[in-house]
């Protein structure tokens, strides 16, 4: 079972910026497969990340809410270096 403590070393920082919203999260030791974006409720982005290895794995979870400034029908993400960077447009 995973424990409820978040994965070691693991943060997430949001940036409100003029034409977008940036999330930056540090992921290490995750990789980009078992990395998933969702949405609900048109207002939040979901995001869960999931390892398993010989160290009993990690488990990354977070949820943001938005205003109604942010598109989130055109979320773009990438992942390098431990780094998943997040982006959402502002209307």
């Known amino acids: 079972f995973l424990s409820n403590a978040p994965a070691h070393g693991t943060s997430i920082d949001l940036h409100t910026l003029q034409h ?3 999330i930056m999260a540090k992921l290490p030791g995750f990789s980009w497969d078992a990395i998933t974006l969702a949405t ?3 207002r939040v982005l979901h995001i869960v990340a999931d ?3 010989n160290n009993g794995g990690g488990h990354f979870e977070r949820r943001v809410a938005f205003g109604c ?3 989130l029908s055109s979320v773009r993400a990438e992942f390098k270096n431990e ?3 997040v982006s959402i447009p502002r209307r």
């Open 20 to 22: 977008e919203y940036q």
């Open 83 to 85: 780094w998943l960077r």
């Open 40 to 42: 609900q409720k048109r």
């Open 51 to 53: 390892k398993w290895d």
């Open 69 to 71: 400034d942010a598109d």
